[in-house]
């Protein structure tokens, strides 16, 4: 079973910037892909951002690639980092909007990422972490 370790949420002020880390019991580039999504009270998990951190030789799709939900394009910034073994989620200019719990879930290489921002390419999750933004 794989596990997946989140940590940097917190409560801020609109206009402030948090940074989230995940960290899987194995390597980064062992998956194809690695995303966030979030879900806030009353509504429906949703993708945030994702990487291929393997990359995906069955859609040729290079490593390194990112894909993000319109909402948070120009605000979020995915990223890896190989010495610590961890996918970063950067985000600025947080909004009250932005509230939410975030998971972070990692898709096995056992089949091609077609769609990186949908729940379903999705095989391993976190158990997600609070980010809380007041206005």
């Known amino acids: 079973q794989v596990q997946l370790m989140e940590s940097g949420g917190g409560s801020v002020q609109a206009g402030d910037s948090l940074r989230l880390s995940c960290t899987p019991s194995?390597?980064?580039?062992?998956?194809?892909?690695m995303g966030w999504f979030r879900q806030a009270p009353g509504k429906k998990r949703e993708g945030v951002a994702a990487m291929y951190t393997g990359g995906d030789t069955a859609l040729y799709i290079a490593t390194g690639t990112t894909y993000y939900a319109d909402s948070v394009k120009g605000r979020f910034n995915i990223s890896q980092d190989n010495a610590k073994n961890s996918v970063d989620l950067q985000m600025n200019s947080l909004k009250p909007e932005d509230t939410a719990k975030y998971y972070c879930?990692?898709?096995?290489?056992?089949?091609?990422?077609?769609?990186?921002?949908?729940?379903?390419?999705?095989?391993?999750w976190g158990q997600g972490i609070q980010v809380t933004v007041s206005s």
């Open positions: 879930a990692a898709a096995r290489s056992t089949r091609p990422t077609i769609f990186p921002l949908a729940e379903s390419e999705y095989d391993d």
């Open positions: 194995g390597r980064i580039h062992s998956y194809n892909a």
